[in-house]
């Protein structure tokens, strides 16, 4: 393989990842992690950004269709990320999949 190759076959990986990662890739066991300004709280275990998309709308309609305006001890999360085995095994943020809860309720 030329040099050119090879760097034109790295630039289309997902960084930290051996493959590029698109929605549909399997993940083997992911993490969905809801974040907000309270901290994170771990949601599931997913195997594809499109499930970890489903999983992350889901728990984001049900926590908000539960909480009165008054709530302060309720956790919002403002955006879901998922972590997933990378490269040597090492759990790494999928930074170009991060799902933004108002996208989710309104998509």
């Known amino acids: 393989m030329r040099q050119s190759d090879s760097r034109r076959w790295k630039d289309t ?3 930290g990842f051996a ?3 698109e929605h ?4 083997g066991l992911a993490i969905l992690i809801a974040e907000s300004n309270q901290g994170y709280e771990p949601v599931a275990v997913v195997v594809s950004v499109d499930e970890a998309r489903e999983v992350a709308k889901s728990n984001a309609v ?3 269709s539960r909480t009165l305006p008054c709530d302060e001890d309720v956790f919002l999360p ?3 990320s998922i ?3 990378g490269l040597n095994g090492r759990y790494r943020l999928l930074r170009d999949h991060i799902l933004k809860t108002a996208d ?4």
């Open 13 to 15: 990986l997902t960084p």
């Open 19 to 21: 493959v590029k990662v």
């Open 24 to 27: 549909d890739t399997q993940l």
């Open 62 to 64: 049900r926590r908000n």
């Open 78 to 80: 403002v955006r879901y």
């Open 83 to 85: 972590w997933a085995p």
């Open 104 to 107: 989710l309720l309104t998509g």
